[in-house]
């Protein structure tokens, strides 16, 4: 009789697929699987031995068995292209443990470790399946059963190493009747596990929580040994290794028997580590980067509104009922913070992974002779070259990056190619995941810190988020943290980077931009790589939209006018179509300010303008009229916080309890500068405004029996604080007086919702009157430039209560109040009714920039 062959674990093994999960040795029945590292490789690989009874129960629990069944096809069960991409999932979160001790000791934000010394300690399972490095042999890992907190803590960290999570599958199944497991591994421990629960009921029933990490690779053992080779250590002198820690992004530390210790940086580490030199052929064959199969995912923070966190925060996915009730236990018990954050987010901080799992993989598995079905992706040329490149470098390229001698040439070289290879593929391939599209660069953003720029940025994003289908933003500016006021922007595919460009008087300042410039500038001809963010974003963008209210002028010196135009002007280089978008400008008196203006405005494709003197310092430096577009100001569509947080705000502050009338004053830090000309040193000017506001705030009390808020609309960068001369006008006044100074950051939502509160606002900051009389709050404007009267003035004609800051003094200031407080309810009236046209001619910008852009997809 003819014997059928059954196939084993050694078929995977040969055709070089075996993902080194350990699946096959935890639950070989006659237990004829061992573990070896193939030195060589630098992986775990099983071996079958002399037990063996060719049950072929190894190969029908592999999870990469499927890849080489014909004929094959992949049930795609994932709903929406959303989950097709990221599996299902039920909600998306970026958070930290709250134990500052766990939070640093571990890779980005503690939350792993701390969840499951939660569900340890709570009795939601008896046992986890860890891994830590091994104590007698430091530079390979063990996996095991830890069931105190303690060795949970103990496995802390990420481990860049190969790991057979699942061999200690075996443990689990003889464990005592009723115990109950959590295990933390990688997808292919994930995915290995669930394949073997469909054979194995008992196990189903015993591992009931799965903890899952983002993963890219798996590094093999030669990707140590090139760290340890570049940190000029000696394997017979390490006592113990730690890839990750202190901190975030952290340093790799490896500690010596004489009891020394010698640290990478981790960004440092990994070039290395997450270089393709070290990729085993297992992980090339891998779908799976984001653990789709746990019940909860978690991974690196790798976007910019976390890049100055240096304690860690993990982003997170809860895929089940289960990781969603453990999340909001934890959150509870006060053991980990939460916040909340887009699917989109999370994409973008992986997007090179999502490209190698989900698109190029096809193109790999044809090159390996494997059936992989991708996700929603059309392969293209570019994903074989991409391939190609990969399989060169893991498979014949990192032999020369074992070498002590050279290695660290050759892994510098692979990955100046990696990046290179990168982006010639999303250039002249296509993006990845999601459908094509419109990337707008949005400029010279200053800080959330201004909530007038803030309201600028939100107001710009939420338009034309609505009129662009599958719009995408990238903010550049100066401080491009902009956490405090995600809150109130959900929704949006949206990053923030650095500026590329700034030109001011630091040398430090001026050589970095002059390296983004030439980095991007030989990039986009094909030559080299761009190994900063912020010029990688820049590059990406298909449009460049303006933002910053009033920063094209000499108002601020040539200086700040050159730093501005260039990064507008960087656009029309590379070129992508550039929008000056509801910009106040100019004027430009200087011959060499005429000059970069003239040089900057005939080059940009769509000119609009907020208010209509701006128009007349364009058209008298030779821009054509018709180019030129006036509307109003964006921030007229930008709404308050709701009624309730306000209020909340208000309590909190010690506001809601005031009986009578409310005035608001929004004091500024710079505006004494433009001001007070009989006074010629800076310090003097500023004591003599400071001392104005003081005799104001005391008037308002006395004379108009009135309480005074202080709301400060800038808070910063720097010495640039509201803040500072609130607490500096608040000092001058007697201990009765009924003032209270705002000393909280709010988000600029909540800002504008207290101003909506006041009876009466006085303003030295423009976008904090915008804010008001878009309440139809009277109103009283104190200016320093041409702004204000182009947009309270004129547009919404209340040039009779602006107050040019150059004839400030105590006694015009009484002239404007009385005057609009004899006409309150008018003004509030003339304001709320004209509000409805100037939001329409808000929109208008946008309606203006969507044409333009549809016009050119």
């Not at 995977?12 to 061992?34: D, E, H, N």
């Not at 992004?249 to 981790?266: H, I, Y």
């Not at 200016?783 to 150059?806: C, M, N, P, W």
């Not at 609009?820 to 309810?825: C, E, M, T």
């Amino acid at each position: 009789m003819h014997r059928i062959a059954i196939k084993t674990i050694e078929e995977i093994v040969a055709r070089r697929i075996c993902s080194g999960c350990g699946t096959c040795i935890g639950l070989c029945p006659s237990k004829a699987i061992s573990l070896y590292i193939d030195r060589k490789k630098g992986i775990f690989q099983p071996k079958v031995g002399g037990k063996c009874t060719q049950c072929g129960f190894c190969y029908r629990i592999c999870h990469r068995g499927e890849l080489l069944e014909e004929p094959w096809e992949r049930i795609v069960s994932s709903k929406t292209e959303m989950e097709s991409v990221t599996g299902p999932y039920l909600g998306t979160y970026y958070g930290f443990s709250t134990n500052p001790e766990i939070r640093n000791s571990s890779s980005s934000g503690g939350l792993v470790t701390e969840i499951l010394a939660f569900a340890l300690e709570e009795g939601m399972v008896d046992g986890a399946l860890v891994t830590r490095m091994n104590p007698d042999d430091p530079l390979e890992p063990e996996t095991f059963i830890a069931r105190t907190r303690e060795e949970v803590l103990e496995c802390s960290g990420s481990k860049y190493c190969p790991t057979p999570v699942n061999a200690a599958l075996r443990a689990v199944l003889d464990s005592d009747k009723g115990e109950r497991f959590a295990i933390v591994g990688l997808p292919c421990h994930v995915e290995g596990l669930s394949k073997a629960c469909e054979s194995v009921s008992k196990l189903k029933g015993r591992i009931t929580l799965k903890l899952g990490l983002f993963c890219n690779h798996t590094p093999t053992f030669w990707g140590t040994r090139s760290l340890i080779n570049k940190l000029d250590v000696g394997r017979d002198e390490i006592a113990e290794i730690s890839y990750r820690g202190e901190g975030y992004p952290g340093f790799s530390k490896v500690e010596l028997k004489d009891g020394r210790t010698v640290r990478s940086s981790f960004p440092s580490s990994w070039d290395i580590l997450g270089s393709s030199l070290f990729y085993a052929t297992g992980c090339l064959v891998c779908d799976d980067g984001l653990c789709e199969k746990a019940d909860i995912s978690f991974g690196d923070a790798w976007l910019p509104m976390f890049s100055n966190d240096d304690s860690g925060t993990s982003l997170t996915i809860s895929r089940t009922e289960l990781g969603e009730e453990i999340l909001d236990r934890a959150v509870d018990a006060g053991r980990i913070q939460l916040g909340n954050i887009g699917m989109e987010e999370i994409l973008d901080s992986q997007g090179r992974m999502l490209y190698l799992k989900k698109a190029s993989i096809e193109a790999r598995g044809k090159l390996l002779g494997v059936r992989i079905s991708p996700s929603r992706h059309l392969t293209n040329p570019f994903d074989y070259l991409h391939s190609v490149f990969y399989l060169c470098n893991s498979q014949i390229i990192s032999r020369l990056a074992r070498s002590r001698i050279i290695g660290g040439k050759v892994s510098s070289l692979s990955k100046r190619a990696e990046n290179a290879v990168w982006q010639i593929t999303m250039r002249m391939g296509r993006d990845f995941p999601g459908n094509p599209k419109t990337t707008i660069g949005i400029v010279n953003h200053t800080s959330c810190l201004n909530k007038g720029t803030a309201a600028l940025v939100k107001t710009r994003v939420k338009l034309l988020n609505e009129l662009i289908p599958n719009a995408r933003f990238q903010v550049f500016g100066a401080d491009p943290d902009f956490t405090p006021e995600m809150e109130y922007l959900k929704d949006v595919d949206i990053t923030f980077s650095s500026n590329v460009l700034s030109i001011g008087r630091s040398p430090k300042v001026l050589f970095k931009s002059f390296k983004n410039l030439i980095e991007i500038l030989l990039a986009s001809k094909g030559w080299g790589s761009m190994g900063n963010e912020s010029v990688r974003r820049y590059h990406a963008c298909d449009y460049i939209v303006s933002t910053g209210g009033d920063m094209l002028t000499e108002d601020y010196g040539l200086l700040s006018l050159a730093s501005t135009a260039s990064n507008l002007t960087l656009g029309k280089t590379l070129g992508k179509p550039v929008i000056i978008y509801a910009e106040s400008v100019g004027p430009f008196k200087k011959r060499l300010s005429r000059m970069l203006a003239k040089y900057t405005f005939r080059r940009v494709d769509l000119i609009t303008l907020r208010d209509e003197i701006s128009k007349g310092h364009l058209l008298d430096i030779g821009v054509e009229e018709s180019r030129i577009h006036v509307t109003t100001d964006s921030a007229f569509l930008f709404e308050p916080a709701p009624e309730d947080r306000v209020n909340e705000i208000l309590e909190q502050e010690g506001l809601s309890d005031i009986d009578g009338l409310l005035f608001g004053i929004a004091p500024s830090k710079i505006i004494a500068s433009y001001g007070f000309d009989d006074i010629q040193d800076s310090k003097a000017k500023y004591e003599a405004y400071t001392s104005l506001m003081s005799k104001l705030v005391e008037y308002i009390n006395s004379k108009m029996n009135a309480s005074v808020v202080l709301v400060p609309h800038v808070m910063g960068p720097g010495r640039n604080d509201d803040r500072i001369v609130s607490r500096d006008i608040v000092q001058k006044l007697g201990a009765r007086s009924r003032c209270i100074s705002l000393e909280k950051e709010y988000a600029s939502e909540e800002v504008k919702g207290i101003i909506g509160k006041c009876d009466l606002f006085i303003g030295s900051r423009m976008h904090s009157t915008i804010a008001s009389t878009s309440q139809s709050v009277p109103t009283i404007a104190i200016a320093y430039s041409h702004k204000t009267h182009g947009i309270i003035g004129r547009i919404l004609g209340q040039e009779d209560f602006i107050l040019d800051v150059k004839d400030l003094n105590m006694e015009k200031l009484i002239d404007k109040i009385e005057k609009i407080w004899n006409r309150k309810d008018q003004v509030s009236e003339e304001l709320s009714s004209i509000m409805g046209s100037v939001r329409a001619e808000a929109v208008r910008n946008g309606i203006l920039v969507s044409d333009f852009i549809n016009s050119n997809e």
